[in-house]
């Protein structure tokens, strides 16, 4: 009864690449962000998606979701450094604010 269920798995197991494993963990990379109660958290698996991205785009010759990544990365990095930048700024300020 589940043998066509199986035989399914099995092939697909068979047919899997290496490329496509890193597709999978990027697209997973990406569903993760939507469950990050933090903006640091979602930052920093944006991050990881994109290196998988661009990994999977450029190996599997998909230049559009290459090119994608390669824009999303920097943008990310960026935004991740300031908001470590704003989140040590308000620490400074509330202990000078706490200690005058």
């Known amino acids: 009864m589940i043998e066509w269920l199986t035989d399914g798995i099995d092939a ?5 690449t290496w490329i496509d494993i890193i597709g999978y963990i990027a697209s997973l ?33 998909l230049v559009p979701v290459t090119l994608l990544h390669m ?16 989140i040590a700024k308000v620490k400074t300020a509330s202990i000078g604010i706490l200690f005058p």
């Open 12 to 16: 697909f197991v068979k047919s899997v």
């Open 29 to 61: 990379l990406v569903a993760a962000t939507f469950y990050m109660k933090t903006i640091i958290s979602l930052r920093i698996l944006g991050i990881a998606s994109n290196v998988f991205f661009i990994t999977y785009g450029f190996f599997g010759g």
């Open 71 to 86: 824009f999303l990365l920097p943008l990310n990095i960026v935004r991740l450094v300031q908001m470590k930048t704003l």
